[in-house]
């Protein structure tokens, strides 16, 4: 169960639509889009492209660091950063 918290973490305006909504930076240039804009016709291609660039610059070996706000980077800093 995530907490009010938690979910407000990801919370930002989307930067199509302004709605206040739970965001991802898969925009054509990064923009912080929600899930509706991200998955509607025009824009889900780059929606897919930019969220493989983000997996692909992350190595062989993934993590989404949902408590940090970072998206896909290597386990291994994922391994560093929590052993800290």
């Not at 938690?6 to 909504?21: G, I, L, M, S």
């Not at 692909?56 to 998206?71: F, M, S, T």
Request: proline content about 5%; aromatic content about 8%.
């Amino acid at each position: 169960m995530t907490t009010q918290s938690e979910q407000r973490k990801w919370e930002y305006d989307c930067e199509y639509c302004q709605k206040n909504a739970e965001t991802r930076p898969y925009g054509r240039n990064g923009e912080r889009i929600c899930f509706e804009c991200a998955t509607s016709p025009e824009n889900e291609a780059t929606s897919k492209r930019m969220f493989a660039q983000s997996l692909d610059a992350a190595g062989q070996v993934a993590v989404l660091d949902h408590e940090n706000e970072i998206g896909p980077r290597p386990a291994t800093e994922f391994i560093k950063h929590k052993a800290h």
